[in-house]
């Protein structure tokens, strides 16, 4: 199993946090994992995408240029992105910082309204995991569980009381990502 998987929207949206995550899980289950992020020098409201590679062997090298999966949280990323992943693979993407339609026939494309389940959930926090989540029920790369684990390891100790209401938004995730096109 080797998945590349880009990670992409502006600062802010929990992209690099999403992604350490992902790679935290993979390592738990002892898999070889690479993270490598790249953002902008703002901090909120600049671009960030993070590269995550897990893998049953050894990794190469960090650096991807297609993408078996990329997951698009704004139209800027799309752009960047969409061309960038192989032929058959799979296009995940937010309904609210999506405008314009995914022109690409050869991969799967999924939509996730991940910022308006956040907004009926009453936490925008949870937006990320809202993805992370329709991420898992495509490509179950790692178990939930191990979501939980990682998340656990990444979150200061005092915000461990929020690992449920996070664990909801996973599992709801799972539930709202919707296939639009199969690949041709």
Wanted: proline share 4%; aromatic share 6%; no cysteine.
């Amino acid at each position: 199993m080797l998945q590349e998987i880009v990670i992409s929207g502006f600062g802010g949206q929990g992209v690099l946090s999403m992604g350490k995550i992902l790679a935290y899980s993979g390592i738990m289950e002892d898999k070889e994992v690479s993270w490598f992020p790249a953002y902008g020098p703002e901090q909120r409201g600049g671009t960030a995408n993070v590269t995550v590679i897990i893998s049953d062997e050894s990794i190469s090298s960090p650096v991807v240029n297609q993408y078996d999966i990329a997951i698009v949280l704004n139209q800027p990323s799309l752009e960047k992105f969409e061309g960038r992943v192989k032929p058959g693979g799979t296009l995940i993407y937010d309904g609210y910082g999506i405008h314009k339609k995914v022109e690409r026939r050869d991969i799967n494309v999924y939509r996730i309204n991940a910022m308006d389940e956040s907004m009926k959930m009453n936490n925008t926090k949870v937006f990320n995991m809202i993805v992370l989540g329709g991420l898992l029920k495509i490509s179950p790369m790692v178990e939930v569980e191990n979501v939980m684990e990682g998340l656990k390891k990444s979150l200061p100790e005092r915000h461990h009381k929020l690992l449920p209401m996070n664990e909801e938004a996973i599992l709801r995730g799972m539930e709202i990502i919707q296939l639009e096109q199969k690949a041709v």
